[in-house]
């Protein structure tokens, strides 16, 4: 019989507000009501009785058409099924308040918060979930501020706000935002979001890495000859242009989830699984990666945009003909870089760092490549394949070790094998969804699944030479690759000293 060790059950979530801005945007109805529908439904009731679920937005929704459109996006975002029980009871929690936009209307939304606490006994403990437009995070933070909504985290009850990156769009801007909310919030209050960091893969990573001796003694680089981490996007820019041409790849995706991925496969063990311990065992890789000089841009870093090719059977236009986009724009949609991270454990390791759009397939991983036997035995004529050990992020979450075997025959013939997990098919339960675990993590106060001011500072330091460099340049350097494919020949190319290809494709 297997044996589970649980190390600690799940918290109960104490009595809280969770106010939505932005409630009738994109992200509230595709993540965040279905995240809180999942953790409140029958089978979890991980949601206090008492919890209410406050949306404000400018437009003015009536109650019951606000309720509408959140079952709706439930049935179809959520991954626990409605059923009548469990959505009346949620429904129940929704309340909506429009006309959220002048300092005068958050006065109203704290008599409504006032009522609520009020008529239940409640203590005043509120969440607010900025799903906003980043550059209008100060402004929101300081009305909240004015109006009495933020309380002292020593104070009674809490108040703590959630934001979404991207945190800037270079290092003096992150400053100023971190600079900004340290002017009315306690770190401790401010739940900085990346939703790769509450993927089950990324929060199993931990424990495949600490919990099983037979990885953490190879860890280093006496064994790992090189790390790839690949951020593969299918779709190209679509909906978003107006934003992706002012962020770019290195940007939208580096600066955050890959560096994110990247400090949890590099981290030293923390001295404990407290959230400051672990957040200081990531935060010391990116203090640790080695800065580029604008020689080693040039060399280590790949940028290209897709142009006309084919996706699925269907045509994808030039990225500089895609509406929205400025017809001489030098935005990458495709990046690859070499990175060091200049510590005992990793010197001379290269970690290689991808992500692209209108790529062949969507998918997320972390590939471990151990390093290759002496040429010997096995190895004498030729050259093995080395040993990898795959984290698959998505779509299906789970790890994967290849392997060396004899193929079964009465001649001696090799092949590469995998030992594979599956989550869902090993477990048979239901995975919680990135932004339920994130929410539930707000919620109990823990913030180890999120990113603190100076990892944030620290990503944009190594990024801001990258762009400066690019900046200078132009679109000069600037490569293309067709919509469809795995992206320039250059970026292949990185790995031709290590003898293989990126692994996705």
Not at 128 to 153: C, K, M, N, T
Not at 186 to 200: N, V
Not at 255 to 281: C, G, K, W, Y
Not at 441 to 457: P, S, W
Request: hydrophobic share 40%; charged share 20%; aromatic share 10%.
């Amino acid at each position: 019989m297997d044996q589970i060790v649980r190390l600690a059950g799940a918290e109960k979530v104490p009595t809280c507000t969770v106010v939505i801005f932005g409630a009738s945007g994109d992200l509230a109805m595709r993540k965040l009501i279905p995240a809180l529908y999942s953790l409140d439904a029958c089978g979890e009731r991980m949601l206090a009785d008492e919890a209410m679920i406050l949306g404000c937005a400018r437009r003015p929704i009536p109650i019951d058409q606000f309720r509408k459109q959140a079952r709706e996006a439930i049935q179809r975002f959520s991954n626990a099924p409605v059923q009548e029980p469990c959505w009346d009871r949620f429904a129940a929690r929704l309340d909506y308040l429009s006309g959220i936009e002048s300092p005068e209307s958050f006065v109203r939304l704290k008599s409504r918060l006032e009522q609520f606490e009020s008529a239940g006994g409640l203590p005043p403990n509120r969440i607010f979930y900025l799903a906003i437009p980043p550059e209008s995070i100060l402004e929101w933070v300081q009305r909240l501020h004015d109006a009495g909504l933020i309380a002292p985290p020593q104070g009674r009850g809490f108040s703590r706000v959630v934001i979404e990156k991207p945190i800037g769009v270079d290092l003096p801007s992150a400053m100023a935002i971190n600079s900004g909310l340290h002017k009315y919030l306690d770190e401790s209050q401010i739940f900085r979001i990346d939703h790769y960091l509450g993927k089950e893969t990324v929060r199993n990573f931990m424990v495949l890495r600490f919990g099983n001796s037979v990885f953490e003694q190879v860890w280093n680089s006496h064994h790992i000859d090189h790390v790839q981490i690949t951020v593969s996007e299918q779709e190209g820019v679509g909906t978003r242009a107006s934003y992706y041409d002012h962020a770019g790849a290195l940007r939208d995706m580096v600066q955050n989830h890959i560096f994110q991925l990247l400090s949890l496969t590099a981290m030293e063990p923390p001295v404990s699984l407290a959230a400051d311990a672990v957040r200081e065992a990531k935060l010391n890789v990116l203090r640790a990666i080695k800065p580029l000089s604008p020689e080693e841009v040039h060399r280590q870093v790949v940028r290209a945009q897709y142009t006309t090719g084919q996706l699925d059977g269907k045509v994808l236009p030039d990225y500089l003909r895609e509406q929205g986009i400025a017809p001489n724009s030098a935005t990458e949609t495709y990046v690859a870089l070499k990175v060091f991270v200049n510590n005992w454990r990793w010197s001379g390791v290269p970690f290689y760092l991808r992500t692209g759009k209108a790529l062949p397939r969507r998918a997320s991983s972390i590939a471990i490549y151990f390093k290759h036997l002496p040429a010997i035995l096995f190895a004498e004529h030729h050259r093995l394949p080395a040993n990898v050990l795959t984290l698959r992020i998505q779509p299906d979450e789970g790890f994967s070790l290849s392997v060396i075997g004899k193929q079964p025959g009465l001649d001696l013939s090799i092949r590469p094998v995998n030992m594979d997990l599956q989550y869902e098919r090993e477990f048979n339960a239901r995975s919680p969804e990135a932004y339920e675990m994130l929410l539930y993590e707000v919620m109990i106060g823990d913030q180890t699944l999120f990113v603190e001011a100076e990892m944030v500072e620290r990503s944009w330091r190594f990024i801001q030479s990258i762009l400066d460099v690019w900046e200078r340049d132009g679109r000069n350097g600037l490569l293309t690759y067709p919509a469809g494919s795995w992206g320039p020949e250059a970026a292949l190319q990185m790995l031709t000293a290590h003898r293989c290809g990126w692994l996705e494709s």
